[in-house]
């Protein structure tokens, strides 16, 4: 698995994580999450170029239901 570079990391989190960091296309997949205290992880995939790599995600707010 090739590096991501941290030009493709801000990319790709400017983008919303709408695009695989590595070929830019909007096809990925994601398995289910896990947790670990106030951070979980997702492993993602692109169904186009095959590349992976892991999504992070942390707790910025809440809303009233």
């Known amino acids: ?4 570079t941290d030009a493709q990391r ?3 989190i400017a983008d919303r994580g709408q695009h695989c960091p ?3 296309d909007s ?3 994601g398995d289910s999450m ?3 205290g ?3 992880y997702q492993d993602i995939t692109c169904t186009e ?3 992976s790599w892991r999504d992070v995600y942390t707790l910025t ?3 009233p239901r």
């Open 10 to 12: 801000a990319a790709y």
């Open 38 to 40: 106030q951070t979980a």
């Open 22 to 24: 590595y070929c830019g």
């Open 49 to 51: 170029c095959g590349e």
């Open 61 to 63: 707010s809440i809303e």
């Open 1 to 4: 698995m090739p590096e991501i």
């Open 34 to 36: 896990d947790f670990d």
């Open 27 to 29: 096809r990925t997949e």
